[in-house]
């Protein structure tokens, strides 16, 4: 493939790179090579997040012997299985569909013997879908503190601490209530692929603590019930250990990363004739920051590009932040393509794409967004200032407005963001 043909379309070759990027995520590639042995006794499979249905639709399919169990999803993420309950809640503020599926997932834990295998299927969101509350904390307060670290700008693990001292599943505390054998298979939307950061971990020891729970809620300014706050502050709300023998022979697979995804789309852009760069896989920060700092180097490898004519592409995964201080609409894909193109103010060659690999990007129905070198322009044609939709937080609509949304409807996976910038 020719310069030539990415002069004329380079908007296709960056669909292309995130379309690779997603299949190399997807459950139905992932999943299978790592199920583990049948037991003795029952296979219960139980699941949380984005991916929960594919993925159990996956172990259905490739599981021998008899098999049943629930696992929960967002709406509209649902695939059709035989003998394992898909439920759909909300997300990412939880409701109460959420919660009855969350209690029927700890019960069926609790209903295993030794000799039964626990097979959990974890991928991102679950967080949000395995809504329960320790005991003692309301629901709408839990959903009332949900919202407001969402808005409030702190990081995916920071969000993940507050959530397992809050809850009477995350943190490790599924796992710790099952007297049978524990296998977790995750696709990991947390940078770092830390597996008891993945949907707060519901099987895996937790190493923070009530102390930064604490910090982390009075560092944002979160609202939490008095009563709540003397419990954590007492210790009372700690969550299982490293080294809690609860959890000897149990075992966890992380089987799909943002560096597979990002990988994928360095072995196509090859291909295609574009020399790729990985930046990370592991990138957080707030959008706007992160998009200043990509700008940099796309101006570095601009200079690379004009001194060799070799086109190159930018790759880069992660979870950025948006504090929410706007009105608009927007995800944090669209803010940093936004902030992105106000960096670059039109620079000649350079197109950029940015979407959630889930397909959602924030609460939205896109994924993402492109840019061109003609972004501001058309804009400004359409006279839409850029920055003061930037300061409103509405990427969403700077780039419905322009056509350039990114629609791709839910992935059924979840390995967070996907940045791509191609330069010519």
Not at 140 to 166: F, P, T
Not at 318 to 343: I, M, Q
Request: proline share 5%; with cysteine; glycine share 10%.
């Amino acid at each position: 493939m020719t310069s030539q043909h990415h002069r004329t379309a380079p908007r296709a070759d960056l669909l292309d790179l995130f379309d690779k990027a997603v299949a190399a995520v997807s459950a139905a590639g992932c999943v299978p090579s790592h199920l583990p042995a049948p037991p003795a006794g029952r296979t219960v499979v139980i699941g949380a997040g984005k991916g929960a249905a594919a993925m159990a639709q996956a172990v259905e399919a490739n599981w021998q012997g008899e098999l049943s169990g629930l696992v929960v999803t967002r709406y509209g993420h649902g695939a059709p299985t035989r003998r394992i309950e898909v439920v759909e809640a909300a997300h990412p503020v939880p409701d109460t569909a959420g919660a009855a599926a969350a209690q029927r997932i700890l019960a069926l834990a609790r209903s295993l013997e030794k000799d039964d295998l626990l097979l959990c299927l974890i991928s991102g969101g679950g967080s949000s879908l395995l809504a329960a509350p320790a005991e003692g904390l309301a629901f709408s307060d839990k959903q009332a503190i949900n919202r407001a670290l969402l808005r409030s700008g702190a990081s995916i693990s920071e969000m993940n601490c507050v959530r397992k001292h809050l809850s009477a599943i995350k943190g490790g505390r599924l796992a710790a209530a099952c007297k049978g054998r524990v296998h977790t298979l995750l696709i990991s939307d947390i940078p770092g692929d830390d597996p008891s950061h993945v949907a707060s971990g519901p099987t895996i020891p937790d190493a923070t603590t009530c102390d930064d729970a604490l910090r982390i809620i009075d560092k944002y300014g979160i609202e939490v019930p008095a009563d709540i706050k003397a419990r954590l502050a007492s210790g009372e709300l700690e969550t299982p250990k490293p080294g809690d023998p609860r959890f000897s022979g149990h075992a966890h697979e992380v089987v799909a990363t943002a560096m597979t995804a990002l990988e994928a789309a360095a072995n196509r852009a090859r291909e295609l004739g574009i020399e790729p760069r990985i930046l990370s896989d592991h990138i957080e920060g707030e959008a706007r920051e992160v998009a200043a700092e990509h700008a940099d180097i796309v101006r570095e490898m601009r200079q690379q590009v004009k001194a060799d004519g070799k086109p190159r592409v930018l790759l880069s995964g992660g979870e950025t932040t948006v504090t929410v201080r706007g009105k608009g609409r927007g995800g944090r894909n669209a803010e940093f393509l936004l902030a992105l193109a106000v960096a670059l103010d039109g620079m000649p060659g350079v197109h950029a794409i940015a979407c959630d690999t889930d397909g959602i990007d924030g609460s939205e129905d896109n994924a993402g967004a492109v840019i061109d070198p003609d972004t501001l322009a058309r804009a400004a044609t359409a006279d839409i200032d850029a920055n003061a939709m930037l300061d409103d937080n509405n990427g969403y609509g700077f780039f419905s407005a322009l056509g350039d949304l990114i629609v791709t409807g839910p992935t059924l996976t979840n390995v967070n963001d996907f940045r791509a910038v191609l330069i010519f």
